[in-house]
């Protein structure tokens, strides 16, 4: 049976998917190809997973497409998303009042959506929060673009896993390999020190934060 909880869990992590993910890194990773598919499309198929082969889900899903047409002239695509996502909220919360089938466990529902949170999601929180603390980067110290947000998300799921696995132990090597690297840069740039500081603690608070959310759902 479908619940309310796998409901929320199953909306915020196609949420989750399209606005933190598809919506700013499209044009970098597909490279031109497959411009046609627009992040509403994207909840219209998420929608579909979850609603199965039916005339209530075709109608809808039809239905939806063609108001999207007319209100992609009138609201702005952010909004125009918005508004599949609460149409399609409501078309599943009827599935739920039907007694249709449920074809996933909300478990590892949650656990998808905890991990996704460690990476991009937190990476966007961060530079809105102290992008004005970020220093100018010299010619002589720049380096590969993206590759600061990467390390952040692989530092974050690995102390998340080693959470999720109890190994505590092993948290400080995490921070010791990764202050290593940047270490000749920490000692010459007081600024970057501070930083780099200020994002260590920022994804130790995030994943820290992330993880009791994560225990609690998972009860």
Not at 126 to 147: K, M, S, V, W, Y
């Amino acid at each position: 049976m479908i619940t309310t909880y796998s409901l929320a869990i199953y909306y915020a992590l196609g949420w989750t998917l399209i606005e933190s993910y598809y919506r700013p890194y499209r044009r970098a990773f597909l490279k031109g190809r497959l411009t046609w598919l627009e992040p509403w499309m994207l909840y219209l198929v998420w929608g579909a997973l979850l609603l199965g082969l039916n005339l209530v889900a075709g109608g809808l899903l039809i239905g939806l497409g063609l108001v999207n047409t007319g209100l992609s002239k009138l609201l702005k695509p952010k909004q125009v998303s918005l508004l599949m996502a609460l149409v399609l909220f409501g078309a599943s919360l009827y599935a739920a009042k039907a007694g249709w089938t449920w074809p996933y466990h909300a478990d590892w529902l949650w656990t998808a959506l905890y991990a996704l949170w460690l990476g991009a999601p937190v990476n966007q929180i961060f530079h809105f929060l102290f992008r004005r603390f970020q220093p100018e980067i010299e010619i002589d110290d720049a380096t590969i673009e993206g590759a600061g947000a990467t390390i952040g998300i692989l530092e974050r799921l690995i102390t998340g896993l080693l959470l999720l696995s109890q190994n505590y132990a092993a948290l400080g090597l995490v921070f010791t390999a990764k202050s290593i690297a940047r270490y000749d840069k920490i000692s010459k740039n007081s600024a970057f020190a501070e930083y780099y500081l200020i994002g260590s603690l920022f994804s130790l608070l995030a994943v820290l934060v992330l993880y009791q959310v994560y225990q609690l759902g998972s009860w």
